[in-house]
């Protein structure tokens, strides 16, 4: 499937330290870019360096499966250390397949990046205050280790990661990902003990030296440059917090969380429940997995802004506890289906019967219409019919792959049909085809930065084959067509019919060429068209209250 243009933004960026050779500050179009930290980019700049590919979109997407699978591999050592091998290995390929872990897997945007740095944090975490397979309230360290004294090694590798949660989406938000099931936890064993024991080997005078440098190393050299950038930070952190930025009423993660979880929601909760007790009675293993998995929900619903991808970074915790629940619910339904003669045919019948129905009566509304319906009901009563076989298997492992293995297939075919039917780019790719082969090649391609929707903007400069050059408005047009030197009076620009007006204040304007539709459209003024533009001589003056809002340093 195409990359969104959320999903293009850094990919595009990455694309552009190559060919400048400017790597610490992101710029789009040549235009200096502060919203994200630069080493995720720097990542999928390796990825592309290593194919031998400047921009596509797979190897961009291979890019963020490079970064998942050692998320995986991190979950799956917290949970061998935790609960042993078998709950492990389930751990591990029940997040890989829970749908909001898959979709941030194949995403080269800054969340699966930073995921895996705050898995990380808590990894390190795990073996310190774990020493022991399956132990439960063991410490980190003895003794009463000093403010100023020395700690193990692996305790400055674990400041220096959380320091670095900080390179991946900007400031804070990563630190308190990684640190509140840590805080929660270490301040629960406290209290419990009555004693700071617990929290003495975190208190490190050196240690939280070695976090503030990696945390505010990039942010002190961008603001050397660009002071705007505290402007950013005040915007998108007050904002969310309390401004109404993504505003959603304070109940949204009682929903979503279940949402996320899918298809092992039920055995997540269940694992919850048996966990429960254990979690409240003693600081262990449980305690610090239930810290996990609702720190993040607990925390994140008490600032305005919202979104269910925040919780990406608690899920490795609700995959352990899916795991801890598969044993209570398989043995609980393994009864029950025993009560029930022919069962898988029957439970495999009633969803065929559901699936059909819910097809006939949404059909208009089904991409791929009678063909989808048919594979759909036929694919459920068979995933239905082997899933319930499955739950009937006296051997907890078999019964999980039974489980796992219509799953698997349901990305499988999910995969092609996505791209085939769901992808909302297809009528601009054309549109962008053709515009290319309509500009001279000695022509710079400017393209308008996209007021209507910004990210869209990286969608365009990324899937240009050739670069673009981003413009704020026709007088910087203007002024980049000039500096350009060939036919200074005339250029190509990549906007929208509602950029028409504007456009027209600067010179005479031609519709080259136009989409059929675009993504996200609501009328057709917003459609990309291809404008050639021969400026007025001399070109009128600007406004300059305009101009002062559409130049300033984007984020």
Not at 81 to 103: D, N, P
Not at 110 to 128: G, K, P, Y
Not at 133 to 148: M, Q
Not at 358 to 377: E, F
Request: a positive charge; aromatic letters at 12%.
């Amino acid at each position: 499937r195409t990359l969104t243009g959320h999903e293009s933004v850094q990919p595009q960026t990455s694309r552009e330290m190559l060919s400048s050779g400017h790597w610490l500050i992101p710029t789009i179009g040549g235009d200096v870019w502060l919203e994200r930290p630069p080493p995720p980019m720097w990542w999928i700049g390796i990825v592309y360096t290593v194919t031998g590919v400047k921009a596509s979109d797979s190897i961009a997407r291979l890019a963020a499966v490079l970064a998942a699978l050692p998320i995986i591999l991190l979950t799956v050592g917290i949970a061998k250390r935790l609960f042993g091998k078998g709950v492990a290995v389930m751990a591990g390929l029940i997040l890989a397949t829970m749908h909001e872990f898959y979709s941030y897997a194949i995403n080269p945007e800054a969340d699966i990046f930073l995921c895996l740095i705050v898995t990380a944090v808590l990894a390190l975490f795990v073996s310190m205050e774990f020493p022991h397979v399956r132990t439960t309230g063991a410490v980190a360290g003895s003794g009463k280790p000093s403010f100023f004294g020395t700690r193990p090694w692996p305790m400055a590798g674990f400041f220096l990661l959380l320091g670095a949660t900080n390179w991946a989406k900007g400031l804070l938000f990563g630190t308190v990902m990684a640190a509140a099931p840590i805080v929660l936890y270490l301040l629960g064993r406290a209290l419990q003990e009555r004693s700071f024991h617990p929290l003495r080997p975190y208190l490190w005078c050196w240690g939280w030296l070695i976090a503030g440098a990696a945390a505010l190393a990039w942010p002190v050299a961008v603001i050397g440059q660009y002071p705007e950038i505290l402007q950013l930070w005040q915007e998108h952190y007050l904002g969310r917090l309390h401004r109404g930025y993504l505003r959603e009423p304070w109940w949204y993660y009682a929903v979503q969380v279940p949402y996320v979880l899918l298809p092992w929601t039920l055995p997540a909760l269940v694992g919850l429940l048996c966990s429960a007790r254990a979690a409240w009675q003693h600081a262990g293993r449980e305690r610090f997995i239930c810290c996990w998995a609702l720190s993040a929900p607990l925390l994140l619903s008490l600032a305005d802004g919202k979104h269910h991808h925040y919780l990406l970074h608690c899920l490795g915790g609700w995959a352990i506890l899916a795991a801890v629940g598969l044993a209570p619910l398989w043995g609980w339904l393994q009864d029950k289906l025993r009560l029930i003669p022919y069962s898988a045919a029957l439970g495999a019948v009633a969803m065929a019967l559901l699936a059909g129905t819910g097809g006939i009566l949404w059909y208009s509304r089904i991409p791929g219409r009678w063909g989808t319906i048919v594979g759909a009901v036929v694919f459920i009563s068979l995933a239905t019919w082997v899933i319930l076989t499955a739950c009937q298997q006296h051997h907890l492992l078999r019964a999980f792959v039974g489980i796992l293995a219509p799953i698997l297939a349901a990305y499988w075919l999910w995969v092609p049909y996505q791209a085939s039917y769901l992808d909302d780019y297809k009528e601009d790719l054309v549109f962008l085809r053709g515009a290319e082969s309509l500009i001279p090649n000695d022509v710079p391609v400017l393209v308008q930065y996209d007021w209507t929707a910004p990210l869209e903007t990286f969608w365009v400069l990324y899937h240009m084959r050739r670069p673009g050059v981003l413009i704020r408005d026709p007088w910087q047009a203007a002024e980049k067509t000039a500096n350009g030197g060939q036919n200074s009076s005339t250029a190509y620009v990549l906007a929208r019919r509602l950029d028409l007006p504007l456009y027209r204040r600067a010179g005479t304007v031609e519709t080259v060429l136009e989409s059929t539709r675009t993504r996200g459209e609501k009328n057709p003024d917003q459609r990309r068209v291809l404008y050639r533009i021969h400026f007025t001589q001399p070109l009128p003056p600007a406004p300059e209250d305009y101009l002062r809002v559409v130049r300033r340093t984007l984020w």
